[in-house]
T-cell receptor
Framework: GNSVTQMEGPVTLSEEAFLTINCTYT??????LFWYVQYPGEGLQLLLK?????DKGSNKGFEATYRKETTSFHLEKGSVQVSDSAVYFC????????????FGKGTHLIIQP | GAGVSQSPSNKVTEKGKDVELRCDPI?????LYWYRQSLGQGLEFLIY????????KSGLPSDRFSAERTGGSVSTLTIQRTQQEDSAVYLC????????????FGPGTRLTVT
């Protein structure tokens, strides 16, 4: 079946540091890939997505590229802010599995001023 | 416009009791999903409905869990004979369709089984 693996953390960085959160997946076929974010006290919301190989999703300064050859969808941001502190979830949908999202365990990101 | 709403926001119940959790999707969204978020298991897909098709129940953890969707809109997740391991946040999401359409999540219902 489908699965998603991501670094768990917590990951603690200083403001303006470069961020990478690794995500790799296992799926048959051609899944769509997503990053969701959960800010403290708020609901889960979509951050970015990519629906086919080599697509790059981007939003709020975050980027991730769908790499089929390495089955990866790493999240990056060039300069993080305190307001980026949240839990980030990598997820996939489709690719031979049920239509529901398959999530990674989540990465808790803490940005210090 | 209004987002996905869920009720109640919090529910405390005694072990062995039945509970019902409600989800109101975004108007016009044909697909509706239920997930569970717990410390031990992370975010797990439970069940989804698409239009009038039979629901995909492949993620339900046991036969104590069931869900229905009336009139293609409101959905109810029912847990019978609750156990302590059912304690979790239950999330509902809806989308315009299946596949790559964005899923919009509700705020969740926090269920505590004592």
């Amino acid at each position: 079946g489908n699965s998603v693996t991501q670094m768990e953390g917590p990951v603690t960085l200083s403001e303006e540091a470069f961020l990478t959160i690794n995500c790799t997946y296992t799926a048959t076929g051609y899944p769509s890939l997503f990053w969701y974010v959960q800010y403290p006290g708020e609901g889960l919301q979509l951050l970015l997505k990519a629906t086919k190989a080599d697509d790059k999703g981007s939003n709020k300064g975050f980027e991730a590229t769908y790499r089929k050859e390495t089955t990866s969808f790493h999240l990056e941001k060039g300069s993080v802010q305190v307001s980026d502190s949240a839990v980030y979830f990598c997820a996939l949908r489709g690719g031979g599995g049920a239509d529901g999202l398959t999530f990674g365990k989540g990465t808790h990101l803490i940005i210090q001023p | 416009g209004a987002g996905v709403s869920q009720s109640p926001s919090n529910k405390v119940t005694e072990k062995g009791k039945d509970v019902e959790l409600r989800c109101d999707p975004i108007s016009g969204h044909t697909a509706l999903y239920w997930y569970r978020q717990s410390l031990g298991q992370g975010l797990e897909f439970l069940i989804y409905f698409q239009g009038n098709s039979a629901p995909d129940k492949s993620g339900l953890p046991s036969d104590r869990f069931s869900a229905e969707r009336t009139g293609g809109s409101v959905s109810t997740l029912t847990i019978q004979r609750t156990q302590q391991e059912d304690s979790a946040v239950y999330l509902c999401a809806s989308s315009l369709g299946t596949g790559w359409y964005e899923q919009y999540f509700g705020p969740g219902t926090r269920l505590t089984v004592t």
